[in-house]
């Protein structure tokens, strides 16, 4: 017996005093996480583990899923998070169903509804901004964003490191420095994005029911425009609103097309910030995969500038 599947047994067995009768691993549903379905002769439970260091996120996840639950969004409940013998696990509900990309239907319906879901998430207040949940408590909204911005303004200098990956020339960097400096002028609203709106993370239930999954990426930021920032780069194609899946999704949330058009100039401005300050963090943090950041910097200022 693996030390996973102790773990597994022990704990279900101590929080829900039910015996695991099927444990198994979910291949591909978590980069780093181990992941497992767990049956009990009642239940059906979604297992996930790591070490200490997602504790806070599995913390995060569960306040925010806590807080669509009672939005009315359907959404895995989160039973319980914890830490046993060196390790943090996160345990929710199993959701039957089909998940979004394997729809056999119209898949505008999803995105759509997803659209009507991120409109009702985004009006979830939060006391901060950033990726944390103390993030998203604490410190201001506003201050926070505006400090966040500054920091990104005051590392284009002439020795900045984006300059020598070949990021940014001189000229681009000044460019960049006055889009982000117009950036204060634009008054944002700020609320919960759930961060990773994706067909990957939905599943349609046998009754035609749409649930939002995984909420990893839970974010304190500007609204809408976050969310349609992740949205746009990982499923859709240049920004086009002419494009059915894009057209469903705003119809959804209620944005009309010559709002989004207005709105475009920003996202574009966000993109490029969001994409510099995650090389600035990878950089800091020397993350291996460097040079993932640094591509997603150049296509976005290629794209955007």
């Not at 260091?53 to 639950?69: G, H, L, T, V």
């Not at 979004?100 to 009507?116: T, V």
């Not at 401005?269 to 963090?281: C, E, G, V, Y």
Request: no cysteine.
């Amino acid at each position: 017996m693996s030390k996973e599947t102790e773990t597994i047994l022990k704990i279900i067995s101590d929080e829900f005093a039910e015996l695991p009768l099927k444990i198994s691993p979910l291949i591909d549903k978590g980069f780093v996480n181990k992941v497992f379905l767990v049956e009990t002769e009642i239940f059906k439970f979604i297992f996930r583990t790591n070490d200490l260091n997602s504790f806070d996120e599995y913390e995060k996840e569960r306040w925010a899923a806590n807080r669509a639950i009672r939005k009315n969004i359907p959404t895995p409940q989160i039973l319980k998070t914890g830490i046993y013998e060196n390790q943090a696990f996160s345990i929710q509900k199993y959701v039957e169903g089909i998940e979004g990309r394997d729809f056999s239907g119209d898949k505008k319906i999803i995105w759509k509804k997803l659209g009507e879901y991120a409109k009702q998430i985004h009006t979830i207040k939060i006391g901060g901004f950033g990726l944390k949940l103390r993030d998203m408590t604490e410190g201001g909204s506003k201050s926070s964003w505006l400090k966040y911005l500054d920091y990104n303004i005051e590392s284009l200098t002439d020795d900045d490191e984006l300059l020598k990956l070949g990021v940014l020339t001189r000229k681009k960097s000044k460019i960049i420095r006055n889009i982000f400096e117009n950036l204060k002028l634009s008054s944002f609203e700020f609320g919960l994005n759930h961060g990773d709106l994706s067909l990957k993370n939905t599943i349609v239930d046998n009754a035609g029911m749409i649930h939002l999954l995984d909420w990893g990426s839970a974010e304190a930021s500007i609204v809408p425009h976050h969310d349609l920032i992740q949205l746009l780069k990982v499923n859709m194609q240049e920004n086009d609103p002419d494009d059915s899946e894009i057209k469903a999704f705003l119809e959804g949330y209620g944005i009309l097309r010559d709002e989004y058009e207005k709105m475009l100039p920003d996202l574009k401005s966000l993109s490029i910030l969001r994409a510099f300050d995650k090389l600035r963090w990878a950089i800091d943090w020397k993350i291996p995969a460097l040079k993932d950041y640094v591509s997603q910097a150049k296509e976005t200022v290629e794209k955007y500038l």
